[in-house]
Each structure stands twice: as C-alpha cells, then as structure tokens.
C-alpha cells in the first residue's frame, strides 16, 4: 500500500500530455498577411498586414511598472516603414523643414517586447516620464509631444523610386484614454488633426493607422484569443559576415504567454522539465528556426529544437516547426505542437499579507502596518508615483507576524502614488493621495 502510495504521488507531479498534433499555416508570398494562432484549439485570424503604417498603443497603463504599455507607437518595418525625428519642436509646425532629413535619427522598433516602439527609443532612460516621442505632465496628466517626426514610406515596387513622405505631429495622450495626432504632407497641406480613443479598442493591443488614406484600423483579434503571431519584422541578422537590421518572417507572442527554446538532442521528443525557465520576450519563438536561403524553395529547419510555451497556469505546448517553403507566389510553414498539463500535490506556503495605511490622503508622512500569516524573511516596501519611477525604497528583515512603518512624504509633490510590500515574493500594493 506504501509503494501504491509513494507511486501516486510521484505521478501526481508529472506533466500529464496529450497526443501529438500537426498544423500548418498558409501565407501570400512576402508575407502581406499576419495569422493570430491560438495553440489550444488551432483557430487563426488572418489580417492583412500591408494596410497599415503606424501603430497606437490602446493598453492603459498599469502604475506603478507598466506604464510603457500604454504610450507605444510602433511603426510597420515588415512594409519598409521608416521614422526619423526631426529638431523642430510640434510649436513651429508652420516653419518645418525636410532639408537633410535623411541625416536625422532614425529608430527601430524594440524586437524583444510589445511595449517599446520606434518613437519610444529616442527616451531618456534616466527620466521616468519621457515616452521618447512626448513626456507625462504631472499638472495635465497627459502625455504631451515634442517634436515633429518625418515618416517615409515605400510605395513603388521599385526600390530605387523615391519615398513618399509625410509630416506627423503626436500631440498627446489625453488622460490615457485619447491619442491625439496631426498628419500633412510634408508642405503643411493636407493637413489633418486625428483622435483615437482607447475605449473603442478596449482588450486589443493596437490600433492601427493608414498615414496615406489617414484611416484608423481595427484589425487586431482579441488579446485573450491568441497566443501567437505569425508576421514579418525587422531584427538583427548576420549575414556573409555583417550585421544588421533585416525583415524575417517570423513568431511573436502575446504578452499573456511565456515561453522558452529548448536546444538538445531530444528536444522534439522530450516533456517539459521543472528547470525550465519561461521568459516573456516577445521574440522568443522568433525567425531562427529556420536557415535564411536566397533561392525560392524549401529553407532548412533546425533539428533538435523546440519551444515550450506557457499558455495557462499549468498548461504548456511544445511547438516543433518541421517545414518552410518560399517561393515567388506561396508560403507555408508546417509544424507540430503537444500539449502538456502540469499536475502537482504539493502544498506550498506562501505569505498572505493584509495592509492598512493611513492618513490616506497623506500630507507630511504615511503610516503602514501589515499583519503576516507567517514569517517574512525579506520585506521591501516601495512608493512609485505614477510614471512608474521609484521614489522611496527601504527593506526589512526577519519580519514576524506584524509590522509597522512610518514613511516621510512631506518633500513628494501632490498627486497619485502606489505604496508597494514584497514579502518574500509576495506583493500587495495600494494607492495613496499625497496633498
């Protein structure tokens, strides 16, 4: 009965699989569609993905750490979309000038996460409230533009003929609910002042623009219906010795999914081991698994490769791409993909912190008391305004079930701020007025 026993509970820890499934997914030649997969039941969404020029954060942002979200512009390099960023500031939009503007800087979007697009990377990293195209006003509470941006984009099917250019002016973020902008040629005509609003596109990443038809699109599915992208990008790749930034066709994954590549021997064949380590990069998946080739066909696939995805609390894929071909009218990739359910018996102790603070609005300091249901080895309490930036930080030790704090406020400006406990990996936050 013991050894019946001791079986039961080693099984019970387990990943528990389902049977092996093969899919594949058909694309236009030069990849002008995106596919949203779910993993779990197979659905895609196909959208056109040469329709769109601009992209518009539509997240709100989560105070005090992704604040980021919620500020994204991101541009459509898979379509050959550049950006660059001029010296006139968004006030002396009669007088701009395009002369030398392929000298000014120009940026990509960041290829490992959602949140950081190509007018977000001109920010300056030590100023918590700079979104690199405009800066969160603590008096407005709106993001506000800066400059004037240029953007070129390809048009002719001949890369020689020359770009066509159009002036953008990002005015603000109202509130995180409005994206208000201004598009013209480069001459100041034509010009046109547009909003969005963030309600309109609630549960979606993106809204995306048309700088030429000045049309906003909605052509996201849902965030909770997919898990991953299927879609052309730019990112580095070396090539006959060089690097640099190149369209791929490639695998990016929803911001709710983690995931991790697996390089070994028996990787296609292997259930996922509890030392894996699930991270969020978005290019995760990526382009890699495949061998670039120059000629039309079938491009090698890297054996002894796999990826494990996270798409639940205990649910994990295993996705294992067997075949890619390009040519000059078809694209497809074939792949396969199991599932896993992780079971345990294991009960783990976790510490349940309960948080009071007071006077809340607060004037020239805050008090905190906290009670533990165990204890607390390492307690960091934080306060975050509401940009994100880190305004007060000290740290406990050998907490035993109570504890108590006095934090001075009287130097903090007014407004909205976040008091943040990590009791050994445990967080609990709260919002606090300061007047």
Do not use: C
């Not at 196909?46 to 709100?60: E, L, P, Q, S, Y």
């Not at 533009?145 to 002036?167: C, E, F, M, Q, V």
């Not at 001459?187 to 963030?198: E, F, Q, V």
């Not at 305004?391 to 108590?404: A, K, P, Q, T």
């Amino acid at each position: 009965m013991k050894k019946l026993l001791l079986v039961a509970a080693i099984l019970g820890t387990l990943p528990r699989l389902f049977s092996q499934t093969n899919d594949s997914l058909s694309m236009l030649s030069g990849t002008p569609l995106d596919i949203y997969y779910n993993l779990t039941t197979g659905h895609r969404d196909t959208v056109r993905n040469n329709n769109w020029h601009i992209a518009f954060g539509m997240r709100r942002a989560l105070p005090p750490y992704q604040t980021m979200q919620a500020a994204t512009i991101r541009i459509n390099e898979g379509r050959s979309v550049e950006i660059y960023k001029s010296n006139t500031t968004i006030s002396n939009w009669s007088t701009f000038d395009t002369a030398g503007w392929m000298g000014w800087p120009s940026f990509y979007n960041n290829d490992s996460t959602w949140d950081i697009g190509a007018m977000n990377q001109s920010r300056n990293l030590s100023n918590p409230y700079d979104y690199g195209w405009g800066q969160y006003s603590q008096s407005s509470h709106n993001v506000e533009g800066n400059n004037i941006w240029l953007i070129a984009i390809t048009t002719s099917p001949n890369p020689n003929d020359p770009k066509t250019l159009k002036r953008l002016a990002v005015h603000k973020i109202a509130f995180d609910s409005m994206w208000v902008f201004t598009l013209s040629n480069v001459n100041g005509s034509d010009s046109t002042t547009i909003t969005i609003n963030k309600a309109a596109f609630a549960g979606k990443m993106f809204a995306y623009l048309n700088v030429l038809s000045k049309t906003v699109i909605d052509r996201e599915p849902m965030l909770n219906t997919w898990d991953l992208l299927f879609t052309r990008y730019k990112t580095q790749v070396t090539m006959f010795g060089q690097t640099l930034m190149y369209p791929v066709m490639g695998v990016l994954q929803n911001p709710a999914v983690t995931s991790v590549k697996l390089e070994a021997a028996d990787a296609r064949n292997t259930a996922p081991a509890n030392t894996l380590v699930f991270k969020k990069n978005y290019n995760q998946v990526g382009w890699d698994w495949k061998t670039i080739t120059t000629s039309p066909g079938p491009w090698p696939i890297r054996d002894s490769l796999a990826y494990f995805i996270k798409v639940g609390v205990n649910k994990i894929q295993r996705l294992v791409f067997t075949d890619y071909y390009a040519d000059g009218s078809k694209q497809f990739i074939k792949f396969n993909k199991k599932e896993f359910i992780v079971t345990g018996t294991e009960t783990v102790n976790k510490v349940n912190p309960t948080v009071t603070i007071y006077p809340n609005p607060a004037g020239q300091q805050v008090n905190i008391t906290a009670t533990f249901n165990m204890k607390v080895n390492k307690l960091n309490v934080r306060l975050f305004d509401v940009t994100g930036r880190e305004v007060i930080n000290e740290l406990y030790d050998n907490v035993n079930g109570s504890f108590s704090a006095k934090l001075i406020t009287a130097s903090l400006k007014s407004g909205l701020y976040f008091i943040s406990l990590d009791a050994d990996g445990m967080v609990a936050s709260q919002k606090l007025v300061i007047e």
